[in-house]
């Protein structure tokens, strides 16, 4: 290379670093005021859709109870483990072995918090599910009740890819669609990885998730970018051990079940 087009070349080099910086400048001191400027639609991603995967069938015909080490957070009889959100006991409605959302006592959380652990949770949309996209049977399980795993009925059901079942919602689409259809359980189960933090609150390794549904992957360690927002982009917000957190979701779908959830901390 000449002098002349090396000349050329580290300006422009030096041009694109400038321009990097200002954007990066402009992206922190923007902060999370700058997601009132954004519209829901700025952050949905329509293609390209996951394949549909047929999960098998569980040969006896009844998945299996918790591993020796785990603790228990729903074995069917109550909800001791949990708590509402907005305080005092979770109320949702335990019967029959499973507890259904009551979308009017909202979100629950565990009372005891986790770092890095193995969960297992098993949830059902039922038969008579109505509506379309995101107001069909939407539910969620967050990470340290931060990061939120979706939780929706994607049988047949369209709606945009990163707020699919099992992705992360609005930031990683699932690799692929293995529901089971309305009626029938679908499993999770979920490894995670908490971040750390360097003392200005940034991340000092990321948060990471591995969802497998149905004995299928849809997540494979896949780096977790910050809070799960329904608007604008991730945010960073330093924390500690957190909950395992349900969702009750404001769609006016019916309201999906859960049942046979233990963790084993990692
Ligand atoms: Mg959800």
Known sequence: MNKSLFAIAAL?????????????????TTGPAGNELMSPGMSE????????????????????????????????????????VSGGPAEWNVHDGVVTVDKKKGDIQTKQKFTDYQLHIEW????????????????????????????LDCYNNTTYTNGMTGSVYKQSRPLVNAMRKP??????????????????????????????????????????????????FPQVKAHGAGP???QSHGDPSEPISFRNIWIREL
């Not at 109505?130 to 069909?136: F, L």
């Not at 189960?189 to 004995?215: C, L, M």
């Open 183 to 232: 009626g029938e359980w679908n499993v999770y189960d979920i490894i995670y990885t908490a971040p750390t933090f360097k003392e200005d609150g940034s991340y000092r390794t990321w948060p990471t998730v591995t969802v497998i549904q149905n004995g299928v992957l849809l997540q494979n360690h896949t780096t977790i970018l910050g809070t799960t927002e329904y608007i604008g």
């Open 124 to 151: 059902q949309v039922p038969e008579n599910i109505t509506g379309e996209s995101q107001a069909r049977g939407n539910s969620g399980v967050f990470m340290q009740g931060m990061y939120e795993i979706q939780i």
């Open 45 to 84: 991603f329509y293609k390209p859709v996951p394949p549909v995967v047929v999960p098998g069938t569980d040969l006896a015909g009844g998945g299996f109870t918790a591993p020796s080490d785990a603790i228990i957070l729903f074995d069917g009889k109550d909800l001791s483990a949990w708590e509402s």
């Open 12 to 28: 422009a080099l030096l041009t694109t670093s400038s321009v990097v910086v200002a954007q990066d400048k402009k992206q922190v």
């Open 244 to 246: 395992i957190l349900l």
